[in-house]
């Protein structure tokens, strides 16, 4: 089944304390990203890459780091997370840059 | 920049009533419109996308959204709401380019009263 994996799917953690939240797909898309989604506001765009070795910041990207060493993986890194970062994050995929983006089920980070 | 506005965050319509939902934008060339759905504690899922085919498009469960350059618009319609089409909904916008940028709208949330 195609599908994006996201893990953890819940996660409370304190301020500080560096984090990874992993993401993968199996249908060998070039395109993945990253979204946080807050109340009002809609989803806004963490990252992204277009391909291995090649990423680029969205709209948000303070206070994260990504990786894309492999195709299938891009983790979401939190080097020392803070109250504010508090969210639900998506992780996305697609096959072309303007394609359908097929969405991960989402990861609810509180930071206390 | 390219925005993208959802008039209303709330919109209410009893069982079998027509649904409407609006979607604006902000571009000089027309972009990719994508309407997504999200059901509660779950990912986004696609309901229709335009591509600069036909103005009119069809998507899954009986939506579908209407191009309107003039207007810079890409209003979802539904004839006839079912108890399961409450979700939120999402507009987005992707730019024509080589940056592949997503811009979503804020969301509305639609209830389906009985």
């Known amino acids: 089944e195609a599908q994006v994996t996201q893990n953890p799917r819940y996660l409370i953690t304190v301020t500080g304390k560096k984090l990874t939240v992993t993401c993968s797909q199996n249908?060998?898309?070039?395109?993945m990203s990253w979204y946080r989604q807050d109340p009002g506001l809609g989803l806004r765009q963490i990252y992204y890459?277009?391909?291995?070795?090649?990423?680029d910041k969205g709209d948000v990207p303070e206070g994260y780091k990504v990786s894309r060493k492999e195709k299938r993986n891009f983790p979401l890194i939190l080097e020392s997370p803070s109250p504010n970062q508090t969210s639900l994050y998506f992780c996305?995929?697609?096959?072309?840059?303007?394609?359908?983006?097929?969405f991960g089920p989402g990861t609810r980070l509180t930071v206390t | 920049a390219q925005s993208v506005t959802q008039l209303g965050s709330h919109v209410s319509v009893s069982e079998g009533a027509l649904v409407l939902l609006r979607c604006n934008y902000s571009?000089?060339?027309?972009?990719?419109l994508f309407w997504y759905v999200q059901y509660p504690n779950q990912g986004l899922q696609l309901l229709l996308k335009y591509t600069s085919a036909a103005t009119l498009v069809k998507g899954i469960n009986g939506f579908e959204a209407e191009f309107k350059k003039s207007e810079t618009s890409f209003h979802l319609t539904k004839p006839s709401a079912h108890m399961s089409d409450a979700a939120e909904y999402f507009c987005a916008v992707s730019e024509r380019g080589n940056t592949g940028k997503l811009i979503f709208g804020q969301g509305t949330t639609l209830q389906v009263k009985p």
């Open positions: 996305a995929s697609s096959r072309v840059l303007n394609g359908r983006r097929y």
């Open positions: 890459s277009m391909n291995v070795e090649v990423t």
């Open positions: 571009s000089s060339v027309p972009p990719y």
């Open positions: 249908m060998n898309h070039e395109y």
